[in-house]
């Protein structure tokens, strides 16, 4: 079956750095995604990988191994507004998007 | 600025009615999704659509139909409602392809359903 796995609650403090993993096991694979929802919103577009390595973009970096299944997305100089849910999703090389079931990120003062 | 409305943010709805979601969008995309999003379970699909008068099925599509008559809209329909699906409903759309493409979401639905 196909299978993306995030921790479901991270807590970190404002001013730290948070790694946020998924891991995932598709039938295919054309790009991994992560995307922010804070609460009672809509997702919006975080990172996408394709290849492997890290993508940075300003605060946040995602990373990708695909040998091993694996991404991170890595938060730096936390901030209160990054208090929100992390959503990992896969495309395997079809219309459909298959997404984990969120990290909910709390960032304390 | 890239657009996708959703017809209502808030829904109650009884028992046995048919439900009609709307979803807009302004970016002339080819392909929309329709998810749900549940606690613990994530986004599940439920139908997407990658042309006009195309659909095929997601993941959960038991109980719901579609209908894309336009390009830009993308309709759920709830033949006769449940409390079962109650849930938050989300719109997405995806340039032509469906590979390699984020997708931008509408705000959503919270349907309740009593």
């Known amino acids: 079956g196909q299978n993306i796995d995030q921790p479901t609650e991270m807590t970190a403090t404002e001013g730290a750095i948070v790694q946020i993993n998924c891991t995932y096991q598709?039938?295919?694979?054309?790009?991994l995604f992560w995307y922010q929802q804070h609460a009672g919103e809509a997702p919006t577009f975080l990172s996408y990988n394709v290849l492997d390595g890290l993508e940075e973009k300003g605060r946040f970096s995602s990373f990708l191994s695909r040998s091993k299944g694996y991404s991170y997305l890595l938060l730096k100089e936390l901030q209160m507004k990054d208090s929100a849910s992390y959503l990992c999703a896969v495309n395997p090389g079809t219309y459909k998007y298959i997404f984990g079931t969120g990290t909910r990120l709390k960032v304390l003062a | 600025d890239v657009k996708v409305t959703q017809s209502s943010r808030y829904l109650v709805k009884r028992t046995g009615e048919k439900v009609f979601l709307e979803c807009v969008q302004d970016m002339d995309h080819e392909n929309m999704f329709w998810y749900r999003q549940d606690p613990g379970l994530g986004l599940r699909l439920i139908y997407f659509s990658y042309d006009v008068k195309m659909k095929e099925k997601g993941d959960i599509p038991e109980g719901y139909s579609v209908s894309r008559e336009k390009k830009e809209r993308f309709s759920l329909i709830l033949e006769s409602a449940s409390t079962n699906q109650t849930s938050m409903y989300l719109c997405a759309s995806s340039p032509p392809g469906g590979r390699g493409h984020e997708q931008y979401f509408g705000p959503g639905t919270r349907l309740t359903v009593t």
């Open positions: 598709t039938s295919g694979f054309n790009g």
